[in-house]
């Protein structure tokens, strides 16, 4: 299971050192949440906030795991990969042409991902799962972060994970949104490989390093 840090919850006056904490507490990936106040209610971060964390993510062999949640995407797809995206996730909704989206990420060095929304239907990886390094099954609807987990997700997370099994062995299933570690096994018996997790992590009951701890045993008990 691999653990990714959504910047979307940590002290943004100091966004460098905690992401350090997150990265050294043992999490694998930075989630890098971007929005645009149109495809999702609000804004976020941009490519500064990439730049200023890609020298981090260099020293520490973190991979960038940047979530477009952002009308037309493919217009920034190059700037995120120049600032140091390892993974660039696009929504369905947002690209009406998924396949060249899919493909443009690839060519510019990224491994490539698609979001499904908790109404969005399997039905749009029918032509598309083959080509896909990683599939986002959201737990919330998109937008603000501290939300419930939608528990139907789990079902869904299931469903990818057969699918998958059949057709792509390799496809990491993530799944972002009200994920905390009181509902982590649950995840990862469903079939998810990677957690988002936000508010759990930068904003849970302990320390960073205690709370990603907390994933980790959750996880193998």
Same mark, same amino acid.
């Given at each position: ?9 940590? &002290?943004?006056? #100091?966004?460098? $050192? ?8 043992? %999490?694998?990936? /930075? +989630?890098?949440? =971007? ?43 190059? &700037?995120?990969? #120049?600032?140091? $995206? ?8 947002? %690209?009406?042409? /998924? +396949?060249?989206? =899919? ?119």
């Amino acid at each position: 299971m691999l653990l990714s840090a959504s910047i979307l919850g940590a &002290d943004l006056g #100091d966004l460098r $050192a905690h992401a350090r904490a997150a990265i050294e507490a043992g %999490c694998e990936w /930075l +989630h890098v949440d =971007v929005m645009d106040g149109h495809f999702v209610p609000n804004i976020s971060f941009g490519v500064p906030v990439m730049q200023s964390l890609r020298d981090l993510a260099e020293e520490t062999g973190t991979l960038l795991d940047v979530h477009l949640m952002i009308e037309e995407p493919d217009r920034y797809l190059r &700037d995120f990969a #120049d600032a140091g $995206a390892g993974l660039i996730t696009v929504h369905a909704e947002a %690209c009406p042409h /998924l +396949h060249r989206t =899919v493909q443009h990420i690839k060519e510019l060095g990224c491994q490539a991902g698609v979001a499904l929304n908790p109404a969005t239907p399997l039905s749009c990886l029918d032509h598309i799962l083959s080509d896909l390094d990683l599939v986002l099954v959201m737990s919330v609807n998109p937008g603000f972060a501290g939300q419930a987990y939608i528990p139907a997700t789990k079902a869904k997370i299931a469903h990818v994970a057969r699918r998958a099994a059949r057709e792509h062995p390799e496809l990491l299933i993530q799944v972002d949104g009200g994920v905390t570690p009181s509902n982590a096994g649950m995840n990862v018996q469903a079939g998810a490989n990677v957690l988002v997790a936000a508010s759990a992590i930068f904003k849970g009951t302990g320390t960073v390093a205690e709370n990603v701890q907390a994933f980790r045993d959750a996880v193998s008990s």
